[in-house]
């Protein structure tokens, strides 16, 4: 297979000088306390992002009975738009619990997150593993 420099149109955009903001998207768009569009959600309930000398922190609760689950605060990965633009559209995040392991894939949608969850049971107890999707206000 031949090799290029790119591996679609996007990826040629006009690079950012980023002498003006240092080495990092912009993730003000993210930021701050997320809350679950349904109250009855058996996913995530609430995603705080916040930003941690231009790293992006991932904090999600899971629902659980009248109360949530710290499942901790983690490193995420912002993305821009595209290779011109510094505002972060979207975010990666990765835990590793003992019996699961569950990739988020997030983005913006005007003024909504819209969060993916991909779960993968490391345990014997056979349980399938699922995607979910939930939304998320400010």
Do not use: C
């Not at 149109?9 to 002498?19: H, I, K, P, T």
């Not at 000398?53 to 629902?63: D, K, N, T, W």
């Amino acid at each position: 297979m031949k090799s290029h420099p790119f591996t679609r149109a996007n990826d040629l955009g006009v690079a950012v000088d980023r002498s003006s903001n240092g080495t990092t998207v912009d993730l003000s768009p993210l930021v701050g306390t997320w809350n679950s569009t349904n109250k009855a959600t058996r996913g995530i309930i609430k995603i705080i992002l916040s930003d941690h000398e231009g790293i992006l922190m991932v904090q999600s609760f899971g629902a659980w009975e009248s109360s949530s689950i710290d499942w901790g605060t983690i490193h995420g990965q912002a993305f821009a738009g595209n290779v011109g633009t510094l505002a972060s559209v979207g975010f990666k995040a990765f835990y590793n619990f003992s019996f699961l392991q569950t990739h988020v894939a997030a983005y913006l949608n005007k003024r909504i997150l819209v969060v993916d969850t991909y779960n993968t049971f490391k345990d014997d107890s056979e349980r399938f593993n699922y995607f979910l999707r939930d939304h998320f206000y400010q």
